[in-house]
């Protein structure tokens, strides 16, 4: 399937593609192209629009709370996974306004940025930033089994 969204990625716009890829579909082509572009680009390619306006999977409000596109991906395609519920806390802290902040949050959105600022093109971002939220989704799945507790990090 082909997914598109905005070009110059940084957190939430490498975060789903990372996502989309290990929990939604095996075999995802993903278009970055200007903001402006991006619905027409969907319907021209046949492709599902992320983290856009207008587009289904992105920001919304929940219980006067900001959530991502992460969330939006995680919610539509019914992932229940808890160490995924809990990378989406960070997600949403490095991208969005949540009102309970996780601090991993703030250490996300810098990496992402340096990521960004070294990467050739969005595809080279993902490609840098893939094994950070496959470190992060270890390190969430070994917070769950701690029952949330940051106590002796491994």
């Not at 970055?32 to 409000?61: M, N, S, W």
């Not at 960070?90 to 969005?96: F, L, M």
Request: glycine residues 6%; proline residues 6%; charged residues 30%.
């Amino acid at each position: 399937m082909k997914w598109v969204t905005r070009e110059k990625a940084k957190v939430d716009r490498i975060a789903c593609p990372w996502l989309i890829s290990k929990f939604v579909d095996k075999s995802p082509e993903f278009l970055f192209v200007p903001r402006e572009r991006v619905l027409d680009v969907a319907k021209q390619e046949g492709a599902i629009a992320f983290d856009t306006p207008g587009a289904e999977l992105h920001h919304y409000q929940e219980g006067g709370d900001e959530r991502c596109s992460f969330d939006s991906i995680v919610r539509k395609y019914k992932l229940t996974d808890p160490a995924l519920l809990d990378l989406a806390e960070i997600v949403r802290s490095a991208d969005a306004a949540p009102k309970k902040r996780r601090p991993e949050g703030a250490g996300l959105e810098a990496a992402a940025l340096g990521f960004r600022s070294l990467a050739k093109d969005d595809h080279d971002n993902m490609r840098l930033q893939f094994p950070l939220y496959d470190a992060l989704y270890a390190y969430s799945k070994w917070r769950v089994e701690q029952g949330g507790k940051l106590e002796h990090a491994p």
